[in-house]
């Protein structure tokens, strides 16, 4: 991460490990966002492969609204799980993460940045901002992974299946198909057009 003029540049990696290196990977975004100053905030999830939900979403969850932020729907639409936003935590299945973060608020635009390598858990966090007013995308269209799985047994071995699909805020589903940013920019210049938004909402201030 990096600020600039009050301009927060946060790069999120793809992340696959245990509970307690998840928390090490929240805390550093969310530490970042609670810096004095800033107003505005870059999510590039371009090279985001995906990984954990339960470490990407705590990550920025100071930057949403309290509430379900997306559900998991099975084929007939009916809502199988939820991810609920509190604060900077996020709950699923009874489990609360990211309870070691900062957890006050911070109320600035959000701009994020998507590419064809976008997927999973990053597609995750794409969609917790989806039909947010203080939230735009940019760049191209995602990888198409917004699925859930569900876990079935067969014969010796519990084999994770995907199942479900992504229900976001807006109620639009999404599964296996590219998810498309709402200013489509190529990779040179999605960042700037991202950068611009934030400037007409006013980070930095001119």
Known sequence: THIEGGLLTAV?????????QAEKYAQTVNTALHEPGVCGVVLDLRA???GSTTAM???VASLLPDGVSQEFVDRDGIAKEALEIRGST????GKTFGTSLLQGKVDVPVALITGPMTGSAAEQVLLAFRGLDTAAS???PT???ATGPEYEQVEDYVVAVSTTRTKARTGEVFGDD???PDVLADSDSAEASAKEWLVSRGCPTQ
Do not use: E, K, V, Y
Not at 12 to 20: G, I, Q, V, Y
């Open 48 to 50: 985001n492969t995906g």
């Open 12 to 20: 999120l990696p793809p992340f696959r490990a245990t509970d307690s």
């Open 138 to 140: 940019f760049g191209a």
């Open 143 to 145: 990888f198409g992974l």
């Open 90 to 93: 996020m709950h699923q299945s």
């Open 57 to 59: 979403l705590p990550a």
């Open 178 to 180: 590219p998810i498309a």
